[in-house]
């Protein structure tokens, strides 16, 4: 069962909201296939429809891109591993999270923001699991059958930068 659309979030996603009263972080869970991920906040920089995107050229290893011609930010589509896919673009929210040197969108069938109160606890990988290279540092439990990998947003972004690299190959699916 998909989660709640953003026009049926539970909170607002605001600056101030990036940490939550008892001072643990607020995070946002977005969902795309079969895998759910969540996203501090603070990481965050804005939520928009996917609609909204431009087609990338041909060549570009991007899904498409958000913005104007003198500021376009790259977003992506990801699949059950988080690498990039590159195919027809699918997804309704695009979450754009700081990246450099330009913030980086997710495309998203669905985005939830969790009541201040939902309990989301956020578990950090066992040490046998880490991997320095892996935006999956944690994981947390959404309900009773199902989890969410915790992302630290500057792995990912700087994973999917490396996409615009001129070794890049682009993956099939």
Request: proline share 9%; aromatic share 6%; net charge negative.
């Amino acid at each position: 069962m998909p989660f709640s659309t953003l026009t049926h979030a539970d909170d607002l996603i605001a600056p101030a909201a990036a940490r939550r009263q008892d001072g643990s972080e607020a995070f946002i869970l977005c969902e795309f296939g079969a895998v759910c991920v969540a996203i501090a906040q603070a990481d965050v920089v804005t939520i928009e429809h996917g609609s909204e995107l431009s087609p990338p050229l041909p060549g570009e290893q991007v899904a498409g891109w958000f913005g104007g011609a003198g500021d376009r930010w790259p977003v992506y589509m990801l699949d059950a591993e988080l690498k990039a896919l590159w195919s027809r673009p699918s997804g309704a929210f695009v979450v754009f999270i700081n990246g450099s040197p330009s913030p980086v969108g997710v495309l998203c069938e669905s985005v939830r923001i969790p009541r201040a109160n939902s309990g989301l606890v956020v578990q950090p990988l066992p040490i046998v699991m880490r991997d320095p290279e892996s935006a999956i540092v944690g994981i947390s439990r959404i309900d009773k059958a199902r989890l969410a990998w915790v992302l630290c947003a500057s792995r990912l972004a700087a994973q999917l930068n490396n996409n615009f690299s001129p070794d890049a190959q682009p993956g099939t699916q």
